[in-house]
Each structure stands twice: as C-alpha cells, then as structure tokens.
C-alpha cells in the first residue's frame, strides 16, 4: 500500500449464509480499530451461535502488512484450513482495521483439507464482496489563540472550509479549539496565519 493511498475500512458489519455440502457456513465480517474491537466481535459471534461447531477467525486490526495487529484462529479445524485462508483473503483484499468470523454447522459430509480452505474462504470473499467501505480520516486537534480584533475573521475563514469550532474560551484572547482531517492542517493553518496577518498562534494537541 503506497504511503499516500487512501486507508479503506469497513463502513459495516455484513453477514453472509453459505452451505456447503450441507455444513452451513456463516461469515461476518466488521470493523475493528483495535485487537480488542475484534475479539469482542468474535465473543459475541460464539454467543450469538453458542451451539455451532467452530467458529474460526482472522483479523487486521490495523493497516494491512502492521502483523503486530494481526490475528487468526482454526477453532478446532484442520490446521491451516480455516484462519490462514481467512486471513489471507483479508490482507488481500486491502483493507484495514477488519475482523472475519465464520461460524460452522457440520452438516455430517466431511469437506477434506482442500474444501474447508475453499469454503472459509468463499465465505470471506462473500462478505467482503457485499461490505460497503469508507475512507479513513486521521482528525488532529488544533488551538487556536488570537486577539480579539481577528476573531470574526477567523470565524469566517472557518466556515468557509466548512469546518465547526469547539467550546471557544475568551481571556486576554480569544482561544478556539478546533478538530480537523490531519491532511487538512498545514494549509489552514497557512490560510490563518495569511488572514490575521500572522497574528494567530496554533498549536496541536498532544
């Protein structure tokens, strides 16, 4: 993934019902920011199916490739069937901040190693080829401190890159916090500092 692409993460949680040689096969697929997110959704997989046979897992909790945020598991299957395939249709897939679950019913017919990887598998793909996804936006948090003289500039500037102050406190001067796109900061603090003349002071939150 190129440093300047775009991050695509999930927008939703899909879920999909494929059976296969009669085991039912129900994949899900979430957003997760964190390797706690995904193991709640995995927990709540279990609950939510507590008499199924497996429920097997693979996670990007982070940006695809970061394998400290990664994770998967066969939950009594095969080893290698049922994670690995799963997480390699995630990695693949490009997408960040993610967790599959596919929960199996044995249907009686046993599949073999090359039809469990297939059927873990499709059922990822088809999740993931219903899931809507949306850019991810790093936000920063910027102060801004001015005299009184150029707040209504300031205020106009904002409300012209369509962006909402926080709680404003006033003092010896006016102090606006401010969220903003991390992508977005160098050039309004660029067109603050041409509107007051250079008078505003901007200082990023830790």
């Not at 300047?4 to 129900?26: C, E, M, Y």
């Amino acid at each position: 993934m190129a440093d300047d692409a775009p991050i695509q993460v999930p927008a939703d949680t899909v879920a999909v019902d494929l059976i296969v040689r009669r085991s039912r096969f129900i994949g899900e697929v979430a957003r997760a920011t964190s390797r706690d997110e995904a193991l709640a959704f995995i927990q709540r997989a279990r609950e939510t199916y507590p008499d199924a046979t497996h429920h097997c897992y693979a996670f990007i909790a982070g940006i695809p490739g970061s394998t400290g945020d990664m994770g998967m598991s066969d939950d009594g299957e095969p080893h290698g069937t049922a994670g690995k395939p799963m997480l390699s249709i995630l990695t693949h897939s490009g997408i960040a901040e993610i967790v599959a679950v596919v929960t199996r019913y044995f249907g009686g017919t046993k599949l073999g190693t090359g039809g469990l990887v297939r059927a873990y598998s499709a059922s990822v793909q088809a999740a993931l080829d219903k899931l809507r996804l949306m850019e991810k936006v790093d936000l920063v948090t910027l102060r801004l401190d001015l005299p009184y003289a150029c707040e209504d500039a300031v205020r106009r500037l904002l409300a012209d890159e369509g962006l909402a102050p926080g709680d404003v406190s006033y003092c010896d001067r006016v102090t606006i916090p401010l969220a903003i796109a991390a992508n977005r900061a160098d050039a309004l603090i660029a067109r603050l500092s041409d509107a007051t003349n250079g008078q505003v002071t901007v200082t990023r939150a830790p």
